[in-house]
């Protein structure tokens, strides 16, 4: 007698139905009947749907670790309790830890809870991609990581890991090479006559080509030259290449700072002494900075530091190219050209009786002004890919990545410390960046905070604008009071502007920019917002606010 006839109480289900739906119904019956609008159709039994769930179970299980096999990667599994349960042999071969040895044991056993991305991604739920780390302190991998989501709770987690250890052992051996072969550049450079003297200036914003430009008809010259710029813009760095480009290889190159030394020992240090010239003395006399720059360059930087009465024999040296060291009776000359620096307004400096202007005139036969880094945005990627490589050989890290993010925050600060800033920027961020990425976080607090998320129409215009070549940029555009000099005889107009804020003279700068090119563009207001790579909402904002 079969099931069917046996007169036995069973749940009755259309052909249609679904396993998941069938499943409970075993809990009443260990048969089924099967029965659609006519006849039954048949039974189906709790044993034919265990043997037929296992058989599935049997083929996903073998589809599944095929799979994870041939993706060759290391690939983990751990569940609720942390514990591993899958294992790779393309995991143990990374990390040399066996199958037996590791499966169904927590993975905290094995490799420092604090250095697992797995765990992280556990009890947190965080997806990973490509992020670098480090399991173990002798391992660098790529990791991909995914927590494992069942009814909406977690109870896994997956990780893939890739090992990238030999590739960044060769890249930091690389960067090594790099640094030894820069350093026999430099050596090669001090015997070489054709090096380039405008190396260490990072930068091809069309204001870095000006400045350079400059310096090229500076060179043709002897003549004194005054740098203007703010501090940390780096004008010892051009003073250094005009010194290059116009001096023999042998020439010195002497660079003294008026704001570090104490008045009472300037005159010795500039002009130097003879022996016995005062109590504790070099018994032997010691030579000045004038006679150690002879045929060669003399850089006095910060030179709106010097104390008064040096600026007059400073002055006599200029203009009768001779002087007298400190308890000399014996003139000596002075065969050294001078190159002048400051950050300060020398003309407001010589109103307040400050700075002496017949100095003045002696030092700014040439100016050479130094753009502040918000002139100069488009240069900030090619310099911070230079601090960075040289402070990831300095301390050991390896930067696989600056997230455009990052960048974005860099081009968007206004930078009052100008590169010097950016230089301890990339430092620090060097310091925190552990696992190859560099995060927005990682940069400082204040930096961030102060950030104006308004994109700058400013540095848009400089790339359109050119300025006269011997001068490199208006001095009214650059972020300091120094006006622009004027000749004797002609009316000092920079004077009066002098007194207004250094926003409203930004302002007038700017809005003589934005006719200029608008008339330019035929008054197209679209024309002008594509040329400048800025939304025309941005363009009209900006104007508006300007008043034009």
């Not at 048949?42 to 096999?69: K, N």
């Not at 997806?127 to 927590?147: E, G, M, S, W």
């Not at 050294?336 to 620096?341: F, H, M």
């Not at 590169?419 to 400082?444: A, C, F, M």
Request: aromatic share 8%; net charge negative.
């Amino acid at each position: 007698m079969s099931i069917l006839d046996s007169g036995l109480s069973m749940p009755v289900i259309p052909s249609t139905t679904g396993l998941a739906d069938a499943i409970p119904l075993f809990n009443t019956s260990p048969y089924l009947l099967i029965q659609d609008d006519g006849p039954s159709l048949g039974y189906i039994a709790v044993s034919d749907v265990l043997q037929e769930m296992m058989h599935a179970h049997r083929l996903m299980e073998a589809y599944f670790e095929t799979t994870l096999e041939t993706a060759g990667s290391a690939l983990t599994l751990i569940n609720e309790e942390a514990k591993v349960t899958y294992w790779t042999s393309g995991a143990e071969h990374v990390f040399s830890i066996n199958k037996k040895d590791i499966i169904g044991k927590p993975a905290a056993d094995f490799f420092p809870p604090d250095r697992l991305q797995s765990l992280k991604t556990l009890y947190t739920g965080e997806t990973v991609y490509r992020k670098q780390h480090q399991p173990r302190p002798d391992l660098f991998a790529l990791i991909n990581a995914r927590p494992v989501q069942l009814d909406g709770r977690i109870v896994g987690a997956v990780a893939a890991e890739v090992d990238i250890t030999t590739e960044i052992r060769l890249h930091q051996e690389l960067l090594h090479m790099t640094s030894k072969v820069q350093h026999l550049e430099k050596a090669v450079a001090r015997l070489r006559p054709d090096s380039d003297p405008f190396a260490r200036i990072k930068g091809s914003s069309p204001v870095i080509n000006q400045c350079l430009e400059t310096i090229r008809k500076i060179s043709t010259t002897s003549a004194t030259v005054l740098i203007l710029g703010e501090s940390g813009t780096g004008k010892e760095l051009f003073a250094k290449a005009i010194h290059d480009l116009r001096e023999p290889q042998t020439a010195p190159f002497i660079a003294i700072n008026c704001g570090a030394i104490p008045g009472s020992l300037f005159e010795s240090e500039l002009f130097g002494y003879e022996k016995g010239a005062f109590s504790g003395a070099d018994p032997k006399g010691k030579k000045g900075k004038i006679e150690l720059a002879e045929g060669g360059t003399l850089f006095l930087d910060e030179i709106g530091e010097m104390p008064l009465e040096l600026q007059v024999k400073l002055l006599r040296v200029l203009q009768e190219k001779s002087y007298f060291p400190v308890g000399g009776t014996r003139m000596k000359q002075a065969s050294c050209r001078i190159i002048a620096a400051t950050n300060q307004n020398l003309l407001g400096m010589i109103a307040r009786n400050q700075f002496r202007e017949d100095l003045y005139y002696r030092l700014n036969v040439i100016n050479l002004v130094i753009p502040p880094l918000r002139m100069r945005k488009e240069d900030i990627y090619e310099l911070t890919q230079t601090f960075l490589q040289e402070f990831s050989l300095l301390y050991n890290r390896h930067i696989e990545l600056v997230p455009p993010e990052v960048f974005k925050l860099l081009f968007h600060y206004d930078w009052p410390g100008n590169v010097r800033e950016l230089r301890n920027v990339i430092e620090r961020i060097t310091i925190l960046t552990t696992d190859g990425e560099v995060k927005p976080e990682y940069l400082p607090d204040s930096f961030i905070s102060s950030i104006d998320q308004e994109q700058p129409i400013l540095q848009e215009t400089l790339k359109l604008h050119s300025q006269p070549l011997e001068s490199g940029l208006s001095p009214s555009s650059w972020g300091t009071d120094t006006p622009v000099p004027s000749h004797e005889g002609e009316k000092d107009e920079s004077t009066d502007s002098s007194t207004l804020s250094y926003q409203e003279r930004l302002d007038t700068y700017e809005s003589e920019l934005l006719l200029q090119y608008l008339k330019t563009a035929g008054g197209n207001k679209r024309t002008l917002a594509r040329q400048l790579g800025i939304s025309r909402a941005t363009l009209y904002n900006r104007m508006k606010r300007l008043g034009l």
